[in-house]
């Protein structure tokens, strides 16, 4: 039965009915377009355009229908066209005549709007839910990790001594940004829709006010247009979602890069790896992989529908409806991610002392070695050509800086002394770094203690 159907005289032809039809995917918010009813009839009541027998009715009809939905005993039904009409034919086939009365004051475009909305609500809470786990999990790496000594670098090439704790700590800094992006994301979508009707309102004395106080809003929306054809909280959930994937993908890149045979700076769990059909010793990061390659998923998304809302007059059109598997996919997408990265990362070792040896042999220490003839009064265009000569001369023999005799660094400049080897030191090229945000054990204990003070806020 179609809620539409009086001023037609002719069926639907069926290839428009399924390329009109939406319940293939939007039947996944019969949740909260229960909820939205159960808000409606009780304002309905309240203002005395539906009585509180009838609002019972109701609310009772519904409730049935979704405990049946739940516990399986009610499928849905995919011929309907969406999950509203699924579920107000199902009421009425339930209550009778009553179950008419469900639609009183609102169109379907309200309707859509507030089940999308609070669908999105929802999952904004739950993808901070997943990033906050992750960032625990990060500090928590980063607290057994102040004195892991590693290199640092640009261009993929070695630069300066770093600790594992600053390095995940910058990885920290990015979803920091991003649980930050879904909170604002939230103050600015939680406002009701609801009472919008089709785009200009309604005659019923609704209170919408009320309506979305019982929905957990902090309001009803401001105008009737806006509401049914603003989608911009789902941009901002798909732009979010796609910064999340972007950080997501260069962690990813560099546990692809750490886990192979040139770095062996980590050793990926087992549970969290797979192997090769052919190569018995392949052990291969394909959860780094895809998530790497998933990120593309969520940009795609974020463009459709910018594509999609570019175009589109006042107020609502058909057009919205492409909304929602995309938006659907991409959630699914930047949730299983999050959960999954978690859980590689928690269960990863880290190789430190390939991690350190790494950062002896790529004269890491090269900037310090500099800055102790500066310290010494050469200044430091000449001391960066002095030390640049002296890694020649390691390049030609095969060796790091802290190997040179002291003969050899003399010889190519006298203002060095036996105290040059302790400057150079991974440990005291790190530990004398201790301004905000760098890696010395002085800024990182800030850093930490910081995170979580943020983390405990956050629960």
Known sequence: MKLWGGRFTKETNELVNQFNASISFDSR??????RGSIAHVTMLAKQGILTDSERDTIISGLKSIEADIESGNLPIDNSQEDIHSFVEANLIER???TGKKLHTGRSRNDQVALDMRLYTRDEVIE????????????????EANTETYMPGFTHLQKAQPVTLAHHIGAYMEMFRRDFSRLKDLYDRMNYCPLGAGALAGTTYPLDRDYTAS??????????????????????????????????????????ILWNSNEYRFIELDDAYSTGSSIMP??????????????????????????????????????????????????IDTVKGC????????????FRKDVMEQSAVGGFTNATDAADYLVKHGVPFRDAHGIIGRLVL??????????????????????????????????????????????????????EIAENQKFLSECE
Not at 127 to 142: F, G, R, V
Not at 338 to 349: C, R
């Open 214 to 255: 019982l929905l957990d809003f902090y309001g009803p929306t401001r105008n009737s247009m806006d509401s049914v054809s603003d989608r911009d909280y789902l941009i901002d959930y798909l732009s979010a979602g796609a910064m999340i994937m972007m950080h997501l993908s260069r962690f990813s890149e560099e546990m």
């Open 95 to 97: 209550i009778g005549d």
């Open 127 to 142: 993808t901070q839910k997943l990033l906050l786990h992750l960032m625990q999990t990060l500090e928590t790496i980063m």
């Open 29 to 34: 918010f019969y949740h909260q377009d229960i």
């Open 281 to 330: 010793q392949k052990k291969n990061p394909d959860i780094a992989e895809l998530i790497r390659g998933k990120t593309g998923r969520v940009y795609g998304a974020l463009t459709s529908l910018l594509t999609t809302m570019k175009g589109i007059p006042l107020a609502y059109n058909k057009d919205m409806q492409e909304d929602k598997e995309l938006t659907f996919d991409a």
């Open 338 to 349: 999050i959960s999954l990265f978690d859980g590689m990362i928690a269960t990863t070792t």
């Open 393 to 446: 001369l390691c390049i030609e023999k095969d060796c790091a800086l802290d190997d040179l005799k002291l003969e050899e660094w003399k010889e190519i400049c006298p203002v060095f002394e036996e105290d040059i080897y302790d400057a150079i030191s991974l440990k005291t090229c790190v530990s004398r770094r201790n301004t905000v945000g760098a890696p010395g054990p002085e800024a990182i204990a800030r």
